[in-house]
């Protein structure tokens, strides 16, 4: 057991596909090394997590049919296994694949059911029955990956003005308001990207002007202008994040921007990847520089730690998560050790 100063680690899994659960890793006094300290299978297919302020709760969703998200006690030094906050809340949505919290509430994104759901936090911040279910329309070019909304990730903005919701089936981002009093989404705007590019999941630059949307039909990144006063998000240019030569199986997962505002890096599945991207001082031009081995098979997360100076990937078909160190001057990852973790689909730090 570490005591109560470790930082920690929480990887989310498939437990259909032979995965534990929610694993906790206690981060190694070097900064980058995991040791996996606790494990909870109280809810199935904990795919994705996410920490509420202060790290004392983790949010999951269950990535099945029915769909539902669950809160989990976590952080007590003595125990570091999850302690389930009462039974998973249905999300009135299939296969939630994301969730954020936002002005009190917890949202999930659903990615059969092209939607996006809003939970109540009660006082103890379990999450309640569902207050809004926001249901996108369309479909894209790509027969079967397109035929109708998948809502692949939803989050706030960095003013927490805006919740936005990436659609892989529609080829847009959805900008709304969420309304605090009454947990409703209210719908501003969208942007449309290129047909067909499948659009995954966004992240933001540190300047809060600029947003990246990692495409996972076709493997670009789309530099976008973020506008947090008038909600409108500007789709610039698109990068690739594979070299030219790259063939097979080429599906991107997840992406980070550095602190700095220097690099970005995304994870691509099957190329079995994590690309380097530098970025100009504006942050509207991005660059692929290097192109290096995700360590194992099938990167489904990428997760910056704490430091800021190591990266981890979670792959979910050799069941690991691989860590890597970072040139601070060229944003190059270096594989530096991994921990075993079966059906590994997400890593968060708190």
Not at 35 to 41: A, F, H, K, L, N
Not at 149 to 178: E, K
Not at 310 to 329: C, I, K, M
Request: aromatic content about 6%; glycine content about 12%; overall charge negative.
């Amino acid at each position: 057991m570490g005591d109560a100063r470790r930082t920690r680690a929480y990887i989310g899994s498939f437990t259909s596909a032979g995965g534990r659960g929610v694993l906790v890793a206690e981060l190694a006094p070097d900064g980058a090394a995991l040791e996996v300290v606790g494990e909870s299978d109280a809810v199935a297919d904990p795919s994705y997590l996410a920490l509420a302020p202060g790290g004392a709760l983790l949010y999951a969703v269950s990535e099945t049919t029915e769909g539902a998200a669950a809160a989990f006690a976590v952080g007590a030094a003595e125990d570091p296994a999850p302690r389930l906050l009462g039974a998973p809340v249905p999300v009135d949505g299939a296969a939630p694949t994301h969730l954020a919290l936002a002005a009190g509430h917890l949202l999930t994104a659903n990615y059969t059911s092209g939607s996006v759901s809003v939970l109540p936090l009660a006082a103890d911040g379990s999450p309640g029955p569902v207050a809004d279910v926001a249901r996108h329309r369309g479909s894209g070019p790509v027969a079967g990956r397109q035929e109708a909304p998948h809502a692949h990730q939803v989050l706030p903005d960095p003013s927490g003005r805006w919740v936005l919701a990436v659609d892989l089936g529609t080829d847009s981002v959805t900008v709304s308001a969420l309304d605090p009093a009454t947990g409703t989404l209210r719908p501003h705007g969208t942007t449309a990207l290129r047909p067909g590019t499948g659009p995954r999941h966004l992240a933001f630059h540190p300047d809060g002007g600029h947003a990246y949307v990692l495409n996972e039909l076709e493997p670009t990144v789309t530099v976008c202008r973020w506008d947090a006063a008038a909600g409108v998000l500007e789709a610039l240019r698109e990068t690739p994040v594979v070299p030219e030569d790259a063939t097979g199986d080429r599906y991107p997962s997840e992406l980070v921007v550095a602190p700095d505002g220097r690099f970005l890096w995304a994870a691509v599945r099957g190329h079995d990847s994590l690309a380097v991207l530098a970025l100009d001082a504006s942050g509207e031009k991005a660059e692929l520089t290097a192109s290096v081995p995700c360590g194992g098979h099938w990167p489904r997360d990428l997760a910056l730690g704490p430091s800021g100076r190591h990266l981890y990937a979670a792959n979910e078909r050799s069941g690991d998560v691989t860590w890597f160190t970072v040139d601070q001057e060229t944003g190059l990852p270096s594989r530096a050790g991994s921990v075993p973790a079966p059906a590994a689909s997400c890593v968060v730090f708190g």
